[in-house]
């Protein structure tokens, strides 16, 4: 069971460049998110989607852009990279609806801007 | 404004007694309250949940208390072992089945 698959793992970028995360789960899940971690702030919610062709913005969404143009994939798009945005990038997912279920997560993607 | 708060950053125990990871939080529409364990270089893995009708919950060494009228959760884990040291975050789900993470707190379990 693959469950959440992000790529790269590793990245550094120039400020300036544009790129992509990838972000793939198996699970048939509805919601899929996208989150930034950094040192004393926990997990901040970027963006989101409740299903294909469906988005919204997260907490912390400026600087990115996201599509969701199948159940399985979320890439996230960095337009214009800052060194602000150097964090390490969570993908998560999980079911929508009542009842309880658990966000799963990516491994992680570690993003330095310089 | 963080709703989702976790105001130790870091717990220090001795092998076989216990860990109390306490987590606060001020939106009383969240439904549902869950704590994450982190590993360094690994996602976030779901430990326990608990539902906002329930005031505890238990999984083995696991306990997840919820007290509404404080808005306040903690997470009791006996007894604590040394593969128990990691990150865990706190995180609250609202109704539109949002997650908001606390900023985690760093339990060392020592031998």
């Known amino acids: 069971n693959a469950g959440v698959t992000q790529t790269p793992k590793f990245q550094v970028l120039k400020t300036g460049q544009s790129m992509t995360l990838q972000c793939a789960q198996d699970?048939?899940?509805?919601?899929m998110s996208w989150y930034r971690q950094d040192p004393g702030m926990g997990l901040r919610l970027i963006h989101y989607?409740?299903?294909?062709?469906?988005?919204d913005q997260g907490e912390v969404p400026n600087g990115y852009n996201v599509s969701r143009s199948t159940t399985e994939d979320f890439p996230l798009r960095l337009l214009s990279a800052a060194p602000s945005q150097t964090s390490v990038y969570f993908c998560?997912?999980?079911?929508?609806?009542?009842?309880?279920?658990?966000?799963?997560f990516g491994q992680g993607t570690r993003l330095t801007v310089v | 404004d963080q709703q989702v708060k976790q105001n130790s950053p870091s717990l220090s125990v001795q092998e076989g007694r216990i860990s109390i990871l306490n987590c606060d939080y001020t939106?009383?529409?969240?439904?549902?309250f869950l704590w994450y364990k982190k590993y360094p270089a690994e996602g976030p893995t779901f430990l326990i949940s608990?539902?906002?009708?329930?005031d505890k919950n238990e999984d083995g060494r696991f306990t997840v208390f919820l007290n509404k009228s404080a808005k306040h959760l903690s997470l009791h884990i006996v007894p604590s072992q040394p593969g128990d040291s990691a990150v865990y975050f706190c995180?609250?789900?609202?109704?539109?089945?949002?997650?908001?993470f606390g900023s985690g707190t760093k339990l060392n379990v020592k031998p």
């Open positions: 699970m048939n899940h509805e919601y």
């Open positions: 998560a997912s999980s079911f929508t609806g009542l009842g309880n279920t658990e966000a799963f």
């Open positions: 989607s409740v299903g294909a062709g469906i988005t």
């Open positions: 608990i539902s906002s009708i329930k």
């Open positions: 995180a609250a789900r609202n109704n539109f089945n949002k997650f908001y």
């Open positions: 939106n009383s529409m969240f439904d549902y």
